[in-house]
């Protein structure tokens, strides 16, 4: 029961992050749901929250979706990130923790690079990035440090950013559970616990909606490398003990 309520508390504090800085959620709880239920549980246990936790921010923020950007996005991230949980499937569950942990830290310097080189994609370009991060979505789960600056280098900002990532991040996670589901890696007891884990993620959400308007930039930046850092030690540290 300790374990369950520490899972609640971080989906919590994870669900009003993710939903002031449009990602976080999948970082922070990944390594706890790993140490809790196990790798091979974990993923499609957070690949059910995910949803949860997407659909709450589609909510929160519906009228500011751009709805092209979604459409491009999705029609090539939706087929890719089925491959991409099919991959994963397969793989021994050591790889698949330390595949997770190098990814979570390789990121840092990556989103700096994008950050610094202030790129601006067209429409089609985000349909090339968007099967490009439904793959890794399949493969690794959080792909939200890739994500964040693919919509804001295409225009998007605050609420507009929020809405139409999470909007098309819902797509690919769902056909993610959809897999999952078709490899029988998905029974009941996993749906039913990635929906409680789903539903604190849903309420910090709309408690961090009041916040989003408050938050700098920097402070943004520094919160997400944090994340990604802790994360990463995390699922190294897992692997290897």
Known sequence: MGQYLFVLFVGLLAGAISGVIGTGSSIMLLPVLVFTFGPKQAVPI??????????SRVI??????DWKAFAVYSITGIPAAAIG??????????????????????????????DAKKLHIRLWQLSIIGGIIGFLTGLVLSTGPLSVPAFTSYGLMKGAFLSTEAASSLALYISKVVTFRELGALPIELILQGVTVGVSL???????????QRMSIVSFKYVLDFLLLCSGISMLWTAFH
């Open 46 to 55: 957070m690949a059910v929250a995910a949803v949860m936790a997407n659909i």
């Open 85 to 114: 949980a099919q991959t994963l499937w397969v793989l021994p569950v050591h790889i698949v923790d330390i595949g997770l942990g190098i990814f979570f830290l390789v990121i840092i310097p990556i989103r700096h690079w994008l």
């Open 60 to 65: 929160a923020w519906w009228r500011e979706i």
């Open 202 to 212: 849903m309420l910090g959400t709309f408690i961090a909606k009041s916040v989003v």
